[in-house]
């Protein structure tokens, strides 16, 4: 499957009131390789989505649709800030706020470079922030988020990888410090050496006074002067 085979997967809906606008945005997404559907307003792009607008309960159509079912598969929103009607942050807060199409990442465009228009869209959810006129450079941008969205689902398989290796060692390192132990249970102890030792000078004590106690026997001297010899 070749690159652009693998991008032309990618569904990205459009929304413009203007139609130059919406032409030229069209143009640059088809160049890029993505599925384009495009729409001239925030509530048409909700009845692509599958959402209903908001106190509109007039058409049979739209009471029988499911509020938080998507009829056509979106990777990307891309709209315009400034449409009559619903605005392009209606429809972000719309799209956020919908259990089932909250995952879609949203792209806003606008002509007029307002700071705080841009840090609200950004902090509510936006993914980016497009000034007009949208540039070819900008279409790069979109492939990261739809690449970001795909990558976590492989995670989770194989972060368990690296942690049943690590439980794999353990009763191994216990080994060496039984082994360890054993020796030294057929050693003697210091207390053992200690009571051998002590039995060892009681003993010598015990013999000292046998040999002081016990008489020396001496063979007797006579005088020599007092020897007398019977005749």
Excluded: W
Excluded at 189 to 200: H, L, M, Y
């Amino acid at each position: 499957m070749t690159v652009v085979d693998a991008e032309s997967r990618f569904h990205v809906l459009a929304v413009d009131d203007s139609i130059i606008d919406r032409k030229l945005i069209e143009m640059l997404l088809k160049t890029s390789s993505y599925q384009v559907t495009t729409v001239d307003s925030g509530s048409k792009a909700l009845e692509v989505l599958g959402l209903r607008e908001e106190g509109d309960d007039s058409s049979p159509s739209s009471s029988s649709s499911s509020p938080d079912h998507q009829e056509v598969g979106v990777n990307l929103i891309i709209t315009d800030y400034c449409m009559p009607g619903m605005t392009g942050y209606d429809l972000l807060r719309r799209v956020k706020g919908s259990s089932s199409l909250k995952d879609i990442p949203v792209v806003i465009m606008s002509s007029e470079n307002v700071p705080a228009r841009i840090n609200r869209c950004l902090e509510d959810g936006a993914e980016e922030f497009f000034l007009k006129p949208v540039k070819l450079a900008d279409m790069k941008k979109l492939k990261s988020h739809l690449v970001r969205r795909k990558q976590p689902q492989l995670q989770p398989q194989e972060k368990p990888l690296p942690q049943q290796q690590k439980l794999e060692p353990v009763p191994q390192e216990q080994k060496p410090d039984q082994a360890s132990q054993q020796p030294a249970e057929d050693a003697p102890t210091p207390e053992v050496v200690a009571v051998s030792e002590c039995s060892k000078k009681r003993k010598a004590a015990a013999i000292e006074p046998e040999v002081l106690s016990s008489p020396v026997t001496t063979n007797p001297r006579l005088p020599s002067s007092g020897l007398a010899v019977e005749t």
